[in-house]
């Protein structure tokens, strides 16, 4: 079969205006605790999304591990590719994909770093090789399997059975001023609708053609 070729039907479900939640975030929880009944595998995996200075863009899968008002929190090497960019222009992309419900939220907006309380707090839920893995990295560098292997170790030795956080590893938080809401529909008349952020604070809606 052609690449080309390759097509997926999408029936399942609608997203009409009557039936939108008043917020980007109950929409959100709504959509998320449905794909979290579905039993849908890594269901808070998203696709980060940010640039250099220079405009230059990177994505990749990073884990959603809390959400609120706020914003959207994951966590990550402070001095990865990233970090560095996210430090060079703090503003992000966010992409959800949940194929078996025929879903996509997109989010858009501004990314600070989350307090070192909640740095914290979530670093030392995590298990242990985890919270080892986080000295052991020095993310987005280059660095031999073997050099891993050892740092991995040896590290494993001197911190311990309960390791500090590293000053370099800790959480981002981001703010949304744009949350699109994709429900995939037939003859690819998908629901496209929109929610933005004014400068005060409040939200509009829109439909947009798919």
Do not use: C
């Not at 891993?148 to 001023?177: C, F, K, V």
């Amino acid at each position: 079969m052609s690449v080309a070729d390759i097509r997926q039907k999408y029936e399942k479900f609608e997203l009409l205006e009557a039936s939108l939640a008043a917020t980007p975030l109950e929409q959100f929880t709504l959509w998320f605790n449905e794909a979290l009944q579905a039993q849908l595998p890594e269901v808070n995996a998203m696709t980060l999304a940010t640039t250099t200075a220079a405009g230059r863009p990177s994505a990749r899968i990073v884990l959603l591990k809390g959400f609120d008002e706020r914003g959207f929190v994951f966590f990550t090497n402070y001095g990865s590719r990233k970090g560095h960019e996210l430090a060079a222009n703090p503003y992000a992309s966010l992409l959800f994909f949940w194929p078996a419900l025929e879903r996509q939220v997109r989010l858009e907006g501004s990314i600070e770093k989350v307090s070192a309380a909640e740095s914290d707090e979530y670093f030392h839920s995590r298990p242990l090789d985890s919270r080892i893995g986080a000295w052991v990295s020095p993310q987005s560098q280059p660095i031999t399997r073997a050099e891993l292997e050892a740092r991995t170790l040896a590290l494993t030795e001197s911190l311990g059975a309960n390791p500090a956080r590293p000053e370099h590893w800790g959480g981002y938080r981001l703010q949304p001023d744009y949350v699109e809401f994709w429900q995939g529909r037939p003859s690819r008349l998908h629901d496209r609708l929109a929610f933005q952020r004014d400068a005060g604070g409040a939200w509009s809606r829109t439909r947009l053609a798919p």
